[in-house]
């Protein structure tokens, strides 16, 4: 229940933030919870079986997902009201990429879990499946899928997007598309650490839409200066 409240005042407070762009900044965060519930069913039983099955989500998963998109949405929220739009791409592009890096990650970790043997990142060794820090093959193609269909969302409400930022909104798809790919990356590096004591999934979780994010807006703004 108290994931459910914190739940619901970070969507109302990201509508509110968002301002005209509001309902999109809800319905990427929308569709990430209903992926992300899709895919965690996804394989149930063998999950079930391994001990890999997460049913229930708690407040820490709500805060560990979500501060970040609405913090970046407080920052659009003041690039509108006293900056130039230019600044609104970034910011616009750094949200985008940041619910695409959380989106990817579920993704990854939910669906490579069906693969094969992973590999951590950091050492290049086997370990078990369900040890933080482990990629397979279907994951990393996977977390790609998930980047891909949360980059693509500013495209169902192009009209209105378009009207604000024009051609720039290809830019913001291209870099979200790659940051969101990115941010499932730097999870899988942060989760290394963590099976050696430094931090735990929901800072991994937290800082991957961070890294997400920032790899997003540089992307865009780069794009844009070409």
């Known amino acids: ?9 970070m969507g109302a ?28 069913y996804v394989g149930r039983i063998y999950k079930q079986k391994k001990r890999l099955f997460e049913k229930v989500r708690t407040t820490r998963n709500v ?3 979500g501060l970040w998109p609405t913090a970046i949405a407080l920052l ?14 970034l910011i616009f592009a750094a949200f985008v990429g940041s619910v695409a890096a959380i989106t990817s ?12 043997m992973p590999t951590q990142l950091i050492s290049f060794k086997k370990v078990k499946k369900g040890v933080s820090g482990g990629v397979t093959g ?26 604000a930022f024009g051609p720039g909104i290809w830019y913001v798809v291209l870099a979200a598309l790659v940051g969101g790919f990115f941010g499932t990356l730097f999870d899988s590096i942060l ?14 979780n ?6 997400g994010s920032i790899v997003a807006l540089l992307l865009a703004a780069w794009l844009v200066l070409l």
């Open 1 to 9: 229940m108290k994931a459910t409240a914190s739940a619901v005042a």
């Open 206 to 211: 937290f800082f991957a839409s961070v890294a």
């Open 138 to 163: 279907v994951g990393l193609l996977s977390g790609l899928l998930g980047s891909a269909l949360i980059s693509i969302t500013p495209l169902l409400v192009y009209g209105q997007i378009a009207l």
């Open 63 to 65: 805060l560990a997902n």
């Open 191 to 204: 989760g290394y650490y963590e099976e050696n004591g430094i931090g735990n999934k929901y800072t991994s």
């Open 13 to 40: 407070l990201i509508i509110y933030l968002g301002g005209g762009f509001g309902p999109y900044f809800f319905l990427a965060m929308l569709l990430f919870l209903v992926l992300s519930g899709i895919v965690s």
């Open 105 to 116: 990650d579920k993704f990854s970790s939910e669906l490579g879990v069906l693969d094969g």
């Open 76 to 89: 659009f929220y003041i690039s509108a009201n006293w900056f130039s739009g230019a600044y609104g791409l």
